[in-house]
């Protein structure tokens, strides 16, 4: 399965994103910012960084870059779509998903094991979880802070459109704890913590069995490549 990893400007975790990609058993296909060429992918990743230098909002100019324009129209036909931090912005940016992010309720860059709940598991991205299982992975965001209207809100909650939310700790103050999104057909998902920094054992969260032991990540990747065969 060849997965997309989107370079922007200002993109700082392609080569994370890509490495978990191959971890997972995919092959990963970089993709450049200025081309609209997808290259016949089965899915695409907008990972994490700071896009454009993150100016007017973040996620807003590359919402614009042309390769968006592709990524839109095949998201809109069915292919699957993860975006990582600066990726949900994108996302977000890009109408794929709803409602807004904003600077962090206290005003700081936060990095952080991050423990989520996983709410949906039946997307491209989430369907090797359990439904409601716990997960830690790295969150790393100065402008994390999901928004959204009232009847936003209520639409997302109502139709089980909350991929995860965040336990123990808000750390950037969203609105109703929420860390990730999906759409309804499940193949865009966006969450603003990083699942490609937990998904080789050495370097992701620690765990009660090591240090630096956790993988919960790598079940993003693997589930995509999953959803591929079954489809």
Same mark, same amino acid.
């Given at each position: 399965?060849?997965i997309?990893?989107?370079?922007?400007?200002g993109?700082?975790?392609d080569?994370d994103a890509?490495?978990?990609?191959r !971890?997972?058993?995919?092959?990963?296909?970089?993709?450049?910012?200025?081309?609209?060429?997808?290259?016949?992918?089965?899915?695409?990743v907008?990972?994490?960084?700071?896009?454009?230098?993150d100016?007017? +909002?973040c996620g807003?100019?590359?919402?614009?870059a042309p390769v968006?324009?592709?990524?839109?129209?095949?998201?809109?036909?069915?292919? &699957?779509v993860?975006? %990582?931090c600066?990726?949900?912005?994108?996302?977000?940016e890009?109408h794929?998903?709803?409602?807004?992010l %904003?600077r962090?309720?206290?005003q700081?860059?936060?990095?952080?094991d991050?423990?989520l709940?996983v709410?949906?598991?039946t997307t491209?991205?989430?369907?090797?979880?359990?439904?409601?299982?716990? %997960?830690t992975?790295?969150l790393?965001?100065?402008e994390?802070?999901y928004i959204?209207?009232?009847?936003?809100?209520k +639409?997302?909650e109502?139709e089980g459109?909350?991929?995860?939310r965040?336990?123990?700790v808000?750390p950037n103050?969203?609105?109703h704890d %929420?860390?990730?999104?999906?759409n309804? +057909?499940?193949?865009?998902?966006?969450l603003m913590p990083?699942?490609?920094h937990a998904v080789?054992p050495?370097?992701g &969260?620690?765990?009660?069995v090591a240090?630096?032991?956790?993988?919960?990540? !790598?079940k993003f990747?693997?589930?995509?490549?999953?959803?591929?065969?079954?489809a």
């Open positions: 399965m060849k997309g990893v989107v370079t922007f400007p993109t700082l975790d080569r890509a490495r978990a990609v !971890l997972a058993g995919g092959e990963a296909v970089q993709l450049w910012h200025a081309d609209t060429n997808l290259h016949k992918v089965d899915a695409v907008l990972p994490g960084g700071f896009s454009y230098g100016y007017l +909002r807003a100019i590359a919402a614009q968006m324009e592709s990524i839109i129209k095949a998201a809109n036909g069915g292919l &699957p993860l975006g %990582i600066n990726g949900f912005q994108v996302l977000v890009s794929l998903l709803p409602g807004g %904003i962090n309720e206290n700081h860059f936060i990095c952080r991050q423990k709940i709410e949906s598991n491209a991205w989430t369907n090797d979880f359990a439904l409601n299982e716990e %997960i992975i790295p790393k965001n100065g994390g802070g959204a209207t009232e009847e936003t809100l +639409r997302l109502g459109l909350i991929a995860f965040y336990k123990e808000n103050g969203s609105v %929420i860390a990730g999104l999906r309804e +057909r499940g193949n865009v998902v966006g990083h699942p490609e080789e050495g370097f &969260p620690d765990t009660s240090m630096r032991s956790g993988v919960d990540g !790598l990747f693997t589930s995509v490549l999953k959803a591929a065969v079954n």
